[in-house]
């Protein structure tokens, strides 16, 4: 080959691969009718229904950064949620632990037991899926897997069909976008299942973004008197979450937060239940934290 027909490849090359990076791949609208959000709220109750119960185990990296520059910790986490309103997500490694979140009784809390001193965040539920400017390191790591926004990011909170404003299909990520009033939560064609959501501020910046992937049928039993599955529902396997603080959001760069999770094949988890993993004062007799902060108003 010649040095010509080989400067005609290479430029042939980077001008293919120019126009792919200014036209990504997109998914053509399918054809008929957009689902409402009665379809929404519809699915999305059959879906809490068929999992009452869910246990998720698996490897977790976590990254951050903070007034002292970039970090990065992994280990293995342990996921077990009785949805919609109590969650225990556990990071460990080499079996000691390093992260613990959880929630239930109108509450919610994060411990950090590798600190000196060990610390812990009490917080009122209800304000679960807030982002604080003022958190500071805490809002970029808790804030970002907050029980609430887990289970927002997973489905398996109850909307309402009067909560969606508007529906449109969005082309690059091959799913419906359904606008609420503080996030946009993306789901799969007919089957209306959740593969993404977008949190938003007051102003409607993107400060939070999970994406949702390699989807399993769940294994194992259920709880006892649980509700006939109208559905079968799939579960995500592969979830990545990140976060904007500090008055940041997406439109500002990377993130300060992110969490990646992936799991082994999930559970309903029914014999993995204990109530003490949602009881506050459980947790905090079995790991002692030594600071405690009341966020209650």
Do not use: Y
């Not at 490849?9 to 009718?33: E, F, H, K, S, Y």
């Not at 411990?111 to 958190?135: C, G, M, Q, T, Y």
């Not at 970002?144 to 690059?172: H, K, M, Q, S, Y």
């Amino acid at each position: 080959m010649g040095r010509v027909e080989l400067r005609a490849i290479l430029w042939l090359g980077c001008a293919l691969a120019m126009v792919a990076c200014q036209n990504p791949q997109v998914t053509p609208r399918p054809d008929g009718a957009a689902p409402t959000g009665a379809d929404l709220a519809t699915m999305q109750n059959k879906r809490i229904a068929a999992l009452s119960t869910l246990a998720l185990r698996g490897h977790a990296e976590v990254r951050w950064r903070d007034s002292d520059g970039s970090h990065f910790d992994d280990g293995d986490f342990d996921l077990i949620a009785r949805p919609p309103s109590e969650v225990s997500f556990r990071i460990s490694k080499l079996g000691e632990r390093i992260l613990w979140i959880g929630g239930g009784g109108g509450e919610w809390w994060t411990v950090f037991p590798k600190e000196r001193p060990s610390r812990a965040i009490l917080r009122p539920w209800n304000a679960a899926a807030s982002v604080k400017d003022d958190d500071g390191v805490d809002g970029s790591l808790s804030t970002i897997v907050a029980p609430a926004r887990l289970f927002e990011a997973l489905g398996l909170v109850p909307i309402a069909e009067t909560e969606v404003r508007a529906v449109v299909w969005d082309e690059v990520r091959g799913a419906w976008k359904f606008t609420l009033a503080s996030r946009r939560l993306f789901v799969r064609g007919e089957s209306l299942l959740p593969v993404g959501c977008e949190w938003l501020d007051e102003l409607g910046e993107v400060i939070a973004t999970c994406e949702l992937d390699s989807f399993e049928w769940p294994t194992g039993t259920r709880e006892a008197g649980a509700r006939a599955l109208e559905v079968h529902p799939l579960v995500p396997t592969r979830i990545t979450v990140s976060a904007w603080t500090r008055g940041r959001g997406v439109r500002h760069g990377p993130p300060d937060a992110k969490v990646s999770l992936a799991a082994e094949t999930p559970s309903f988890g029914a014999d993995r239940i204990k109530p003490q993993l949602f009881r506050w004062t459980d947790v905090q007799a079995a790991l002692r934290p030594e600071v405690i902060e009341d966020r209650s108003p």
